[in-house]
């Protein structure tokens, strides 16, 4: 396929492309097919941005973001942090950050923010260009970095900005919540209507509702496959092909992504075909990847029998969607959207956390505590001392950044990850 | 008899300890690291081996450890500081449970299991808070050598306050301080406070589990050990060399590989 407009994405899985030499992977087994299928979904997405302005309404969305009520409005939607992962694989964080931080903005922010407030100051992009805008749409739910963020791009811009604030579940959603919740979902309807000029139609909401649903269940699906020995993907090809749960949810194009890949898995493990030649230890990954190393951990791990092969964030996409439910959208999205991981409490992290390491046989836990994302990372040391008690397996925090390389410091992330190493191979 | 050794390449200083058959210390020595880590290792093993009045020859098996590990073609085995640290305390103090290891460029706090084997770990983040590099750049404000820091924390009667843990922002209190006439030794019980509060949030996170040991270089300087004695509550058990424990740690993971391969 042909370079168009994702060179990124390209090289991020173009894996074995003509006139590139090929870095031989002796540990890890053969790559998905599926990594095609993806390059061309995403690569296809990201060109379409180039015809979207003006043709279709435009909006940028969190990650976290009911995205579902923007479809039947017909929006193309960009995903800032999507493109913060992709200029983090490219080893542009450092560059597009600077660029913020020279217009003040504070090193302390989230690089994701600063990558997107750094581009709209520079134009800088490893994708061609971003399309503009006519409408933000953020949730909280993530985090509340979000809020400020798009407030300024709103205020940048000139568009108006739609936030879906979500109560933070300390320990049981009250009804209250939900109607808060459902009330907010309703308010944007005439607004949205005014944006896109379009009206509302409710029964393909309800359509798009399900086709979300069915997506992320299949997204459930195929990390569920790699509760097998040997597992057949890592969380790192879990991570790159997390792109279509995210950004193109309530698409049709997700769904039949999904479906192909896990195709291709239950064949893997009907083969006993693992992504690790060698697996011998299984492991869990906490927080957001570190993009900018993905490559380099990946051999890492794998020269040493090592398999990543569950995520708290890969998880993230899957967890909640459950509550999703055709017959009841509103209330069901207010559920589904405000038990994601990062709005709901410790307790129940270490919950979950406890149940993916029983459920995926897990060794060994490796913390990426990432100075943007302070949701992810507080309460990520208390985590540690009672998953290392209670479920008897190592650990180890390394500090790094999602984005922003200039937070790593690869001597002290290697000591501390032998030291890791060191006590699982006893 | 065989020998084995053990060098820990630092970032401030280099040391090697030779042991014999039975585990016993024959001999040690503590250098500048410098500029080249390959030199300085084979610098300090030639002092060890002069201490323990062998020759090279006699040494059967040498494992590296510290940031230079990677830069002594000596060795025959790398292992990390960490689990280096926590062999050799364990060597030391049967008993203990919890190593507190503050070195020149990082600290940190070990659980230690039965066998010596690391069960869990922190490490002080990305800066120099906390590490022996903080104490060193105060002394060399204050025109003290870094032994007599710990004399001098004890002397003091009161203390000044320090508020910031991070090098450079301490180094400005230090220099106003200094301008206030505050005497030496209340600032330097000041700064030994500074690194004991810093160093016992990892205590905290890790979990105080058995007796407790210091390691490394500051656990020379008395006054820290005090007060760190003084939030445990109980006396921590200190080698009279401190700083060789995590070489010696290399020189027992020597004799383990020797062993694995005769």
């Given at each position: 396929?042909?370079?168009?407009?994702?060179?990124?994405?390209?090289?991020?899985?173009?894996?074995?492309?003509?006139?590139?030499?090929?870095?031989?992977?002796?540990?890890?087994?053969?790559?998905?097919?599926?990594?095609?299928?993806?390059?061309?979904?995403?690569?296809?997405?990201?060109?379409?941005?180039?015809?979207?302005?003006?043709?279709?309404?435009?909006?940028?969305?969190?990650?976290?973001?009911?995205?579902?009520?923007?479809?039947?409005?017909?929006?193309?939607?960009?995903?800032?942090?999507?493109?913060?992962?992709?200029?983090?694989?490219?080893?542009?964080?450092?560059?597009?950050?600077?660029?913020?931080?020279?217009?003040?903005?504070?090193?302390?922010?989230?690089?994701?923010?600063?990558?997107?407030?750094?581009?709209?100051?520079?134009?800088?992009?490893?994708?061609?260009?971003?399309?503009?805008?006519?409408?933000?749409?953020?949730?909280?739910?993530?985090?509340?970095?979000?809020?400020?963020?798009?407030?300024?791009?709103?205020?940048?811009?000139?568009?108006?900005?739609?936030?879906?604030?979500?109560?933070?579940?300390?320990?049981?959603?009250?009804?209250?919540?939900?109607?808060?919740?459902?009330?907010?979902?309703?308010?944007?309807?005439?607004?949205?209507?005014?944006?896109?000029?379009?009206?509302?139609?409710?029964?393909?909401?309800?359509?798009?509702?399900?086709?979300?649903?069915?997506?992320?269940?299949?997204?459930?699906?195929?990390?569920?496959?790699?509760?097998?020995?040997?597992?057949?993907?890592?969380?790192?090809?879990?991570?790159?092909?997390?792109?279509?749960?995210?950004?193109?949810?309530?698409?049709?194009?997700?769904?039949?992504?999904?479906?192909?890949?896990?195709?291709?898995?239950?064949?893997?493990?009907?083969?006993?075909?693992?992504?690790?030649?060698?697996?011998?230890?299984?492991?869990?990954?906490?927080?957001?990847?570190?993009?900018?190393?993905?490559?380099?951990?990946?051999?890492?791990?794998?020269?040493?029998?090592?398999?990543?092969?569950?995520?708290?964030?890969?998880?993230?996409?899957?967890?909640?969607?459950?509550?999703?439910?055709?017959?009841?959208?509103?209330?069901?999205?207010?559920?589904?959207?405000?038990?994601?991981?990062?709005?709901?409490?410790?307790?129940?992290?270490?919950?979950?956390?406890?149940?993916?390491?029983?459920?995926?046989?897990?060794?060994?836990?490796?913390?990426?505590?990432?100075?943007?994302?302070?949701?992810?990372?507080?309460?990520?040391?208390?985590?540690?001392?009672?998953?290392?008690?209670?479920?008897?397996?190592?650990?180890v925090v390394i500090e790094a950044d999602i984005a922003d390389s200039r937070a790593y410091s690869e001597e002290q992330a290697m000591v501390r990850l032998e030291a890791f190493f060191e006590t699982l191979e006893g | 008899m065989n020998y084995f050794s053990g060098i820990d390449v630092g970032a401030i200083s280099t040391e090697a300890v030779i042991i014999d058959t039975g585990g016993e210390i024959s001999g040690y020595s503590i250098i500048e690291t410098g500029a080249n880590s390959t030199e300085a290792a084979d610098e300090a093993l030639d002092k060890a081996v002069l201490a323990a009045g062998i020759s090279r020859d006699?040494?059967?098996?040498?494992?590296?450890?510290?940031?230079?590990?990677?830069?002594?073609?000596?060795?025959?085995?790398?292992?990390?500081?960490?689990?280096?640290?926590?062999?050799?305390?364990?060597?030391?103090?049967?008993?203990?449970?919890?190593?507190?290891?503050?070195?020149?460029?990082?600290?940190?706090?070990?659980?230690?299991?039965?066998?010596?084997?690391?069960?869990?770990?922190?490490?002080?983040?990305?800066?120099?808070?906390?590490?022996?590099?903080?104490?060193?750049?105060?002394?060399?404000?204050?025109?003290?050598?870094?032994?007599?820091?710990?004399?001098?924390?004890?002397?003091?009667?009161?203390?000044?306050?320090?508020?910031?843990?991070?090098?450079?922002?301490?180094?400005?209190?230090?220099?106003?301080?200094?301008?206030?006439?505050?005497?030496?030794?209340?600032?330097?019980?000041?700064?030994?406070?500074?690194?004991?509060?810093?160093?016992?949030?990892?205590?905290?996170?890790?979990?105080?589990?058995?007796?407790?040991?210091?390691?490394?270089?500051?656990?020379?300087?008395?006054?820290?050990?005090?007060?760190?004695?003084?939030?445990?509550?109980?006396?921590?058990?200190?080698?009279?060399?401190?700083?060789?424990?995590?070489?010696?740690?290399?020189?027992?993971?020597?004799?383990?590989?020797?062993?694995?391969?005769?």
């Open positions: 396929m042909r370079d168009v407009g994702a060179p990124a994405l390209m090289r991020l899985s173009g894996m074995g492309k003509k006139g590139r030499p090929r870095k031989k992977k002796p540990a890890l087994g053969p790559p998905l097919i599926c990594n095609g299928r993806l390059r061309e979904l995403m690569a296809t997405h990201y060109l379409l941005s180039r015809y979207a302005q003006g043709a279709m309404p435009v909006a940028w969305v969190t990650s976290g973001a009911p995205v579902e009520i923007l479809r039947p409005f017909g929006f193309y939607t960009f995903y800032p942090e999507n493109h913060g992962a992709l200029v983090g694989a490219q080893k542009m964080g450092p560059e597009l950050c600077a660029e913020a931080e020279e217009h003040g903005y504070h090193q302390d922010l989230c690089s994701y923010a600063r990558i997107d407030i750094g581009h709209y100051f520079s134009g800088k992009t490893p994708v061609g260009r971003l399309p503009k805008p006519d409408l933000l749409f953020a949730s909280n739910n993530i985090c509340q970095t979000v809020v400020y963020w798009y407030k300024v791009l709103a205020e940048y811009w000139k568009i108006p900005l739609i936030l879906f604030d979500t109560p933070y579940n300390f320990g049981e959603i009250s009804e209250t919540d939900i109607s808060y919740m459902v009330r907010q979902l309703e308010e944007m309807i005439p607004l949205l209507e005014q944006i896109s000029k379009r009206r509302f139609r409710y029964k393909r909401f309800k359509e798009i509702v399900g086709l979300a649903k069915e997506a992320s269940l299949t997204w459930g699906e195929v990390l569920s496959t790699m509760k097998a020995r040997p597992s057949p993907m890592t969380i790192f090809d879990a991570f790159i092909h997390l792109a279509p749960i995210v950004s193109l949810r309530g698409l049709p194009a997700a769904l039949e992504h999904y479906r192909a890949l896990l195709a291709e898995l239950k064949d893997r493990v009907a083969h006993g075909i693992g992504a690790v030649k060698d697996e011998r230890w299984r492991l869990m990954w906490d927080n957001i990847a570190i993009w900018y190393k993905m490559r380099d951990f990946s051999n890492l791990f794998a020269e040493r029998g090592m398999n990543f092969v569950t995520a708290t964030y890969a998880n993230a996409w899957a967890e909640t969607i459950e509550y999703l439910d055709e017959a009841k959208p509103f209330e069901s999205m207010a559920k589904a959207y405000s038990l994601v991981i990062l709005n709901n409490n410790l307790n129940h992290r270490l919950h979950l956390m406890e149940r993916l390491i029983r459920e995926f046989q897990v060794d060994g836990l490796v913390i990426h505590s990432a100075r943007s994302c302070k949701p992810y990372s507080v309460g990520q040391y208390d985590l540690k001392r009672l998953i290392t008690e209670r479920m008897q397996i190592p650990t | 006699a040494v059967s098996s040498i494992a590296a450890t510290g940031y230079g590990r990677a830069s002594v073609p000596l060795a025959g085995k790398t292992v990390t500081e960490i689990s280096c640290h926590a062999l050799g305390a364990k060597y030391l103090f049967p008993d203990i449970g919890t190593v507190i290891d503050i070195g020149g460029q990082d600290s940190k706090v070990i659980r230690v299991g039965d066998s010596g084997k690391v069960v869990d770990f922190t490490m002080n983040d990305k800066c120099a808070a906390g590490t022996g590099r903080f104490l060193e750049v105060m002394a060399s404000k204050l025109r003290v050598s870094l032994e007599e820091m710990g004399e001098l924390s004890l002397q003091a009667e009161t203390e000044a306050h320090i508020s910031s843990v991070c090098t450079v922002f301490a180094e400005s209190e230090v220099v106003s301080l200094v301008a206030k006439n505050c005497p030496k030794e209340e600032i330097i019980k000041g700064l030994c406070r500074a690194i004991t509060n810093r160093v016992w949030g990892m205590v905290q996170a890790v979990g105080i589990c058995g007796e407790v040991t210091m390691s490394g270089g500051v656990a020379k300087n008395r006054g820290v050990v005090a007060l760190m004695e003084e939030k445990l509550g109980k006396p921590i058990r200190v080698h009279p060399e401190p700083q060789i424990v995590g070489a010696l740690g290399a020189a027992l993971f020597a004799q383990r590989q020797f062993r694995e391969v005769t």
